[in-house]
């Protein structure tokens, strides 16, 4: 099974415009692979990067240097030059993302907010809302908030429907902001569950832990990021 | 996934005099796929809708439009009679304020009712089932239409104006500011319709807005203009959330929070 995700160099800074132009170096050198089957965690303290680089692997943040050569619908491509719109069809298909906060749309269900992302690769709406249900009770959210907007969700409510929204698809690579931080120990469980099903169907995961017994129970390999700071290539 | 652009733009540019409209802007779009063209009062962004709908010519520059058959048109090079069809039948244009786009002394019934017989529907019994079945996908009142839009709140003319650019099935739509002065809740409606149509129709829209909240929830892709050039382009999650260029910081940080 080829490799599905390698990072290659990768660079990434901020320039604040409106502060005189003043230069945020992120990251730099970032290299490391992911293998399918497997959870990866990336390491290191509040500021490091972390879901910078989470977010550069997603295609919402630009990235400034090197590459992300992903593996999608039998080719290469790499996300880091990538058009928009082979960026989207990557989404689609090949890169599942679970966000920190869920971006909530007006008067749509919790129930279609998790099954959107099934019915976008072209599954029956009934289908992609029965797996929904299934996933939602998984995740002991009450039934009576299925059919009601998340706006007005509690934290955790809601991030379990984005954690719902993650998992339903079948895509073979994961990434996971922090899925666990507004979480019980119950609902935590859950989810340590939910990713050991993926690693058994073959899906690479990677993820972002502040929870040390989640990081534990799910992590295959820890990377640390503080060895990607801008400063230690740049001496 | 379809092969090819449905809309090809190269270097458009729109001079008044000396002064720039729109300068040197190029792109293309794909079907089912919605642009948001952003900026500020002034900085092109209507100008180029009005180009790129053939409402007004371009000093320079090209667009291709895919036909039905398949093949490409050069837009301004077509017959003016040509470009009234397309507008009528493959094109909609939803305008800011509804009285452009309605005619406002009919009823809301025959403004959808209009598009139908334009591409040769004669058969009222079938037009009027049709507009009914608009009225109701755009949440208005089946009792409501045989009332001229004049008696209409500012929120039901805008999706009576939308019932009415959508009835002929376009494969592109044009919009400009759809929500801008209506209240932040009929907003809300509005936009939910909106989304929920284009993803169902599988529309290309090119839709213009100032408020980046209405591009971030309509728009896949995203261009930001000021005086009349793209300072910058790209996924719209990208530019709102990684934003490069000095201008896009800007709007991004004038953003109110609630």
Known sequence: MPTPLVVSDVAKSFTMHLRDGIKLPVVSGVSFSIKAGECTVLGGPSGAGKSSILKMLYGNYAVDEGQIIVTHEDGLIDLAHASPRTVLAIRRQTIGYVSQFLRTVPRVSALDVVAEPLVERGEERETARGKARTLLAQLNLPEKLWMLPPATFSGGEQQRVNIARGFITEHPILLLDEPTASLDATNRDVVIELIAAKKTAGVALLGIFHDHDVREAVADRIIDVTAFAPGKLAA | ?258
């Open chain 2, 1 to 258: 996934m379809t092969e090819e652009p449905l809309l090809r733009v190269s270097a458009l540019s729109k001079f008044y005099g000396s002064r720039v409209g729109c300068d040197n802007v190029s792109f293309d779009l794909w079907p089912g796929e919605v642009l948001a063209v952003v900026g500020e009062s002034g900085s092109g962004k209507t100008t180029l809708l009005n180009c790129l709908s053939t409402r007004l010519l371009p000093s320079s520059g090209t667009a291709s439009y895919r036909m039905r058959d398949g093949q490409f048109r050069e837009l301004y090079r077509m017959s003016e009679a040509e470009r009234r069809f397309l507008m009528r039948t493959d094109w909609g244009f939803v305008h800011q304020n509804p009285a452009d786009g309605l005619r406002m002394t009919v009823s809301a019934g025959a403004n959808v009712g209009e598009r139908l017989m334009a591409v040769g529907d004669r058969h009222y019994g079938k037009i009027r089932a049709t507009a009914v079945d608009w009225l109701s996908r755009v949440e208005i009142e089946q009792d409501r239409i045989d009332d001229e839009p004049r008696a209409f709140s500012g929120g039901m003319r805008q999706r009576l104006q939308i019932a009415r650019n959508l009835v002929t099935g376009p494969r592109l739509v044009f919009m400009d500011e759809p929500t801008g002065g209506l209240d932040v809740s009929v907003q809300a409606r509005l936009l939910d319709l909106l989304r929920g149509l284009v993803t169902d129709l599988g529309l290309a829209a090119i839709v213009v807005t100032h408020d980046l909240a209405v591009a971030r929830l309509l728009s896949q892709r995203m261009m930001v203009m000021k005086d009349g050039r793209v300072v910058e382009s790209g996924l719209t999650d990208r530019v709102l959330d990684d934003p490069r260029a000095p201008y896009t910081q800007l709007l991004v940080s004038s953003i109110l929070q609630v």
